[in-house]
């Protein structure tokens, strides 16, 4: 089992940032791929971005060149840097490892970005 705990939510004006992080303990072995999704209300949960452990980055559309994934080795995480934040980028966001036909999920933690 993997347990992943999210940090870095908040409320942000149009244009800001925010980083959010993701510290997985338990069997971190097992995973290969870590990444982020994000549900929006009335909207399904979509991958935002993903890396691998040879640290290759994979992000959605909307997102190419405003955010950013990396990970901390040392520290058993990987991040989500969010800059140019736009209103539509308003969800709960989710911590995502896979590895071994298993996928563990974070909690949420909500995204918002409103004037």
Do not use: H
């Not at 705990?5 to 149009?14: A, F, N, R």
């Not at 072995?29 to 452990?53: C, D, F």
């Amino acid at each position: 089992q993997v347990q992943l705990v999210e940090s870095g939510g908040g409320l942000v004006q149009p244009g800001g940032s925010l980083r959010l992080s993701c510290a997985a303990s338990g069997s971190i072995l097992m995973i290969s791929i870590m990444g982020w999704y994000r549900q929006a209300p009335g909207k399904q949960r979509e991958l935002v971005a993903s890396i691998t452990k040879g640290d290759i980055p994979t992000y959605t559309g909307s997102v190419k060149g405003r955010f950013t994934i990396s990970r901390d080795n040392a520290k058993n995480s990987w991040n989500l840097q969010m800059n140019s934040l736009k209103p539509e980028d308003t969800a709960v966001y989710y911590c995502n490892a896979e590895g071994l036909g298993y996928r563990f999920w974070g909690q949420g933690t909500q995204v918002t970005v409103s004037s």
